[in-house]
């Protein structure tokens, strides 16, 4: 049975860190690109963070570019989002998202971590 299972949210003051965990089973992790998005309430879900299967690449929206980094440790099947500098825009449910494509595209999404960032 596939999972992706996040956690690390919470709430946090402006200029505040965090770091969101996703941990992965049922599904061979070390061959899935994995990302993080993220929705607002009243917004679309959007693209925060990706890195590739292996580790050796990754990429950010505009936004979190400085503030954000993504990363993963194929041996215990996680991913991670550190995040500093927190503004209150980016309040929302974070998802994790695993993807490959081998003749079709798998995805498999968790089903979100709050990040509130508020005084």
């Known amino acids: 049975q596939v999972q992706l299972v996040e956690s690390g949210g919470g709430l946090v003051q402006p200029g505040g860190s965090l770091r969101l965990s996703c941990a992965a089973s049922?599904?061979?992790?070390?061959?899935?690109?994995m990302s993080w998005y993220r929705q607002a309430p009243g917004k679309e879900r959007e693209l925060v963070a990706i890195?590739?299967?292996?580790?050796?690449?990754?990429d950010g929206a505009d936004f979190v570019k400085g503030r954000f980094s993504i990363s993963r440790d194929n041996a215990k099947s996680m991913t991670f989002l550190q995040m500093s500098s927190l503004e209150p825009d980016d309040t929302a449910v974070y998802f994790c998202k695993a993807q490959h494509f081998k003749d079709r595209w798998y995805e498999y999404w968790g089903q979100g971590t709050q990040v509130t960032v508020s005084s």
């Open positions: 890195i590739t299967s292996s580790g050796d690449r990754m």
């Open positions: 049922g599904f061979t992790f070390s061959s899935y690109a």
